[in-house]
């Protein structure tokens, strides 16, 4: 079984930046995909932005050039950096990890964008 812990979440207003973190219990090196998701009320969870193993990233095009994925396999821990956030990306956004058929998802953290 494998742990993800996000922190980072808060409320920030439109136009500023705010950093997420996911720690895993096991190397992050080990796990061939890990990716933030976040879900808004009402709405369906949805893909943020994944990296692989090879640091290879893939990001939803409404967070495109905002938004940067990274991770630190020494720290165990991946990061989301969001920058010029808007109202839209209010959400409560989760980590996940994937290592072989196996799954994990953290408990998620509140991102809330409001004036």
């Known amino acids: 079984q494998v742990q993800l812990v996000e922190s980072g979440g808060g409320l920030v207003q439109p136009g500023h930046s705010l950093n997420l973190s996911c720690t895993a219990s096991i190397s992050t090196f080990m796990l061939g995909y890990m990716g933030w998701y976040r879900q808004a009320p009402g709405k369906q969870r949805e893909l943020v932005a994944s990296?692989?193993?090879?640091?290879?990233?893939n990001y939803a095009d409404s967070v495109k050039g905002r938004f940067t994925i990274s991770k630190d396999n020494a720290k165990r821990t991946m990061y989301l950096q969001m920058s010029n956030l808007n109202i839209q990306d209010t959400a409560i956004y989760y980590c996940?990890?994937?290592?072989?058929?196996?799954?994990?998802w953290g408990q998620g953290t509140q991102v809330t964008v409001s004036s």
């Open positions: 990296i692989t193993t090879g640091h290879i990233t």
């Open positions: 996940n990890a994937r290592l072989r058929a196996n799954e994990w």
